[in-house]
């Protein structure tokens, strides 16, 4: 994220907006907390030009820490005008006690009023964290009251929260999900929608326009890169991985795009004889038909141990609104409890081929 900000000042954007997950957070802890905001707004400190603060579920995620913001910034969903364009900055953690995105009445008002008053507005830019959309609990979050007070207008939406890049169309606008910007990352590049980016934006009479910069790709005028110095989150628990790759086929022809996913085996202790399944890594399947595991970062394989490989082939992945697309495959394939594939992962590099039949 520092490196981010060292990059903007190159940039000189009119300002600049965040989408949620500022901090660690997910702690009580006051002094937890205020060094880690602390930290945050050194980095926030050294732009060149406004930083717009969005909430996201480790900003808010009880009690202290919303205490902790509202001491801080004030009000978690705003509005304001920018040469005659609507910015509304959204909360999707409210009430923050909620574990599911959700958008309370108060701001589903405040939402309906600001586009009351700024019914001339030449376009809108909704900012949220959670792209709430994708989320189980559509019906009842609150976002389709959003969508409905937005209908008619000419809007674009940014959210964040997956850590992976996916462009959605509804009501035929732009939603866009972005990646990361130092968040975490198996970093897998382009086809996994997986790297660190911060999104421009140049408005237009008829529009944005969208350009995703990767910040392995932002230099100045020296060529030198931009180093800082983040200590960064450290994962604890993880097991050692070995190199895990192979080949995926259907009936002889490499099954290119398709998705493999192990998933870890072990022995159920709620259900004798049954068995319980982990997600544990992916890979997309290359036109050649071969595939490198991930599991905690890019390429690294898997943990040792016995596995359920579930294939599935959905082109593309996810439709407009965010449903997975019909699989292709035989559904016994899909599933980890459906497939009969297996792969035993020892503590050495692992080649494994998988011949699907129809």
Known sequence: ????????????????????????????????????????QGFVHKLQMPFFYVPGNHDLANAVEAKEWEGRFGRRFYHFLYRDVLFLALN????????????????????????????????????????????????????????????GRNYTVFAGHVHRYRKFVRQGMN????????????????????????VWVTMRKDG?????????????????????????????????????????????????????IFYFMEDDPKKEGAKKYSYTGDAFVEPDGSFILSTYQANDGAPVGEYAVAIELRDPYYDGNGNLSPNRLPERYATAKSTDLRAKVKAEPNDFS?????
């Not at 999900?177 to 911060?198: C, I, P």
């Not at 890169?225 to 022809?253: F, I, Q, W």
């Open 1 to 40: 994220f520092s490196m981010a900000v060292e990059q903007l000042n190159l940039m000189q954007p009119a300002f600049v907006v965040a989408v949620g997950d500022l901090i660690e957070g997910y702690t009580k802890d006051q002094a937890t907390l205020g060094a880690q905001w602390k930290e945050f």
């Open 175 to 198: 939603y866009y999900q972005l990646a990361t910007t130092g968040g975490g990352s198996k970093m897998r590049g382009l086809q996994y929608g997986e790297f660190d980016h911060v």
């Open 208 to 260: 944005p326009v969208i350009a995703n910069l990767m910040l392995d790709g932002i230099y100045s005028e020296d060529l030198k890169k931009t180093y800082t110095a983040e200590d960064g989150v450290v994962r604890r628990g993880l097991k050692s991985t070995y190199p895990v790759h192979g080949k995926v086929s259907m009936d002889g022809t490499p099954l290119a795009g398709a998705h493999v």
């Open 354 to 358: 998988f011949n699907l039949s129809k």
């Open 92 to 151: 999707s953690d409210d009430p923050h006690e909620d574990k599911d995105a959700r958008i309370s009445k108060e701001q589903i008002d405040f939402v309906q009023k600001t586009l009351k008053e700024n019914a001339k507005a030449r376009w809108t830019v909704v900012f949220l964290h959670k792209p709430m959309w994708v989320f189980n609990n559509l019906e009842k979050s609150g976002w389709l009251d959003v969508e409905k007070a937005l209908e």
